[in-house]
């Protein structure tokens, strides 16, 4: 594998991403940059819309393709935003409205513990019949007030305790060495490494 084309047109996850995969020595193109449009996302859960995403930038590469799905899963929600967090409260898609009506949801539950969760697939090609799959998992809660300005989506909403700040409080270079997106890609070189 000399190139991977990434199945996302989300700005921050494209960062991350970018960041994330600098060591590894393959060229790394958004699929934006080869005209290939936005995958559909109709799944119920996070692996089968990473894999529909990896596929379908695989067949219009005709080459490896790495999909991420990912979101907030807030238990006291049922889960929810989940897999919908970008379209939370609808379109056009809205980081502020989301955030707004996630602390909505949550301004009367006192248990508001949630985590990110990210799946990442990697096709060799859109045939492949194993593709390579990973999670990763970053647990926190949410706060009512926003604190911190970098980041994306959740992040200025999303507390970790243990390091008593937001993500959004973090440096990128720290985010991308704690996020689910890097625990899951940590995983993935690992399978990658192994051979498997």
């Not at 379908?56 to 989940?82: I, Q, R």
């Not at 305790?161 to 720290?174: D, I, K, M, R, W």
């Not at 985010?175 to 997106?181: F, I, Q, T």
């Amino acid at each position: 594998m000399k190139r991977l084309v990434l199945a996302s047109r989300n700005p921050g996850k494209l960062r991350e991403l970018q960041a994330l995969l600098q060591p590894v020595q393959w060229e790394v193109v958004p699929q934006d940059d080869l005209g290939i449009s936005e995958a559909p996302e109709p799944h119920p859960t996070f692996v089968e819309n990473a894999l529909s995403k990896a596929r379908h930038a695989a067949a219009h590469s005709a080459g490896a393709a790495l999909a991420d799905d990912s979101g907030l899963c807030v238990p006291a929600l049922g889960g929810a935003p989940g897999v919908i967090s970008a379209h939370y409260a609808g379109e056009p898609k809205s980081d502020e409205r989301n955030n707004r009506k996630l602390v909505e949801a949550l301004r009367d539950v006192k248990d508001r513990r949630a985590h990110y969760h990210c799946v990442l697939v990697l096709l060799r090609s859109a045939e492949d019949p194993e593709p390579l799959i990973a999670e990763g998992r970053w647990e926190g809660e949410v706060v009512l007030t926003p604190q911190g300005s970098g980041g994306f989506g959740y992040d200025p909403y999303f507390y970790l305790p243990s390091l008593g700040c937001t993500v959004a409080q973090l440096e990128p270079a720290e985010k991308n060495r704690l996020s689910h997106r890097a625990l899951a890609l940590r995983r993935l070189l690992e399978l990658l490494r192994a051979g498997t």
